[in-house]
């Protein structure tokens, strides 16, 4: 099985300064004969149902900001939000779907 | 636009069963896969199966091997998630999900499963 980690476990932020959360595999998520990284990035507001940001990697979902960019191959990535907006105040899952499916544990976004 | 509405959720004693309904409207359901992902209260998101366009494929997480069975009507525009023997640690927020560019690129409001004695 994939393992997916992530840290840190929580980061409070600035209103407008840079927030940066990082995302490892413990196999690489990288299919190197399509060479797509099998990597996305959900946002859970609280009380609120997941919301798909990015995949493979750095491919921003149709209607999400461009403050946020995703980077990364193989067993690491990192999902930035480049300004920090109070709407922004969440919980971030990185998953793996290359073989099967698993999700990081979750990095919560505060407001400093 | 994409919904997916979930019912079924419910109240449990450990051993029972329960099915869980995602009825999905606003794209060509027979076209695209299916998940179900839990959330344990206060707890982060774990992926608990899916099923191909056409039925013919599933896979499931190894805690839902032998007990839970996903299927689809694609006449009904539905698919279900069969959960039986249930455990206290099955109870979450159960949630349907598209596939599409990514493994969930849309979600339900998710539905309640406690499972307590």
């Known amino acids: 099985d994939i393992v997916m980690t992530q840290s840190p476990d929580s980061l409070s932020v600035s209103l407008g300064e840079r927030a940066t959360i990082n995302c490892k595999s413990s196999q690489s998520v990288l299919h190197s004969s399509k060479n797509k990284n099998y990597l996305a990035w959900y946002q859970q507001k609280p009380g609120q149902s997941p919301k798909l940001l990015i995949y493979w990697a750095s491919t921003r979902q149709s209607g999400v900001p461009d403050r946020f960019s995703g980077s990364g191959s193989g067993t690491d990535f990192t999902l930035t939000i480049s300004s920090l907006q109070a709407e922004d105040v969440a919980v971030y899952y990185c998953q793996q779907y290359y073989r099967s499916f698993t999700f990081g544990p979750g990095t919560k976004v505060a407001i400093k | 636009q994409v919904q997916l509405v979930e019912s079924g959720g419910g109240v449990v004693q450990p051993g029972r069963s329960l099915r869980l309904s995602c009825a999905a409207s606003?794209?060509?359901?027979?076209?695209?896969?299916l998940h179900w992902v839990r959330q344990a209260p206060g707890k982060g998101l774990e992926w608990v199966a899916v099923?191909?366009?056409?039925?013919?494929?599933?896979e499931y997480a190894d805690f839902g091997k032998g007990r839970f069975t996903i299927s689809r009507d694609n006449s009904m525009n539905t698919v279900y998630l069969q959960m039986n023997s249930l455990r206290p640690e099955d109870t979450a927020v159960y949630y349907c999900?598209?596939?599409?560019?990514?493994?969930?690129?849309?979600w339900g409001q998710g539905t309640l499963v406690t499972v307590s004695p």
């Open positions: 606003g794209f060509t359901f027979s076209d695209y896969g």
């Open positions: 999900a598209k596939d599409g560019s990514a493994p969930h690129d849309y």
């Open positions: 099923i191909s366009y056409d039925g013919s494929k599933k």
